[in-house]
Nanobody, 114 residues
Framework: QVQLAESGGGLVQAGGSLRLSCAASGSIFRISDMGWHRQAPGKQRELVATITSGGRTNYADSVKGRFTISRDNGKNTVYLQMTSLKPEDTAVYYC????????WGQGTQVTVSS
């Protein structure tokens, strides 16, 4: 059974930075694709960024050039470095592991004040 635990969320002013972390249990992390999604109040969950097991990355247009996804297979951890944050980035951010099935973390709140 895979378990994902996000951390690093918080309150930050517009223009600031945060780094989210997601630690995965189990032995399939290094062969799994990972992603970050977010859900703002009253909106559907949306894809933010993904990274394949081979390290290929993909970003939503709204975060390109501001967010960076990375992974450390030795630590079973995926990161989301967020810079130049905007109030519209406010959301609960969820970590996702995809390997034959989708696994989700509990989410971490990111709030960007104007």
């Amino acid at each position: 059974q895979v378990q994902l635990a996000e951390s690093g969320g918080g309150l930050v002013q517009a223009g600031g930075s945060l780094r989210l972390s997601c630690a995965a249990s189990g032995s399939i992390f290094r062969i799994s694709d990972m992603g970050w999604h977010r859900q703002a109040p009253g909106k559907q969950r949306e894809l933010v960024a993904t990274i394949t097991s081979g390290g290929r990355t993909n970003y939503a247009d709204s975060v390109k050039g501001r967010f960076t996804i990375s992974r450390d297979n030795g630590k079973n951890t995926v990161y989301l470095q967020m810079t130049s944050l905007k109030p519209e980035d406010t959301a609960v951010y969820y970590c996702n592991l995809r390997r034959n099935a989708d696994y989700w973390g509990q989410g971490t709140q990111v709030t960007v004040s104007s």
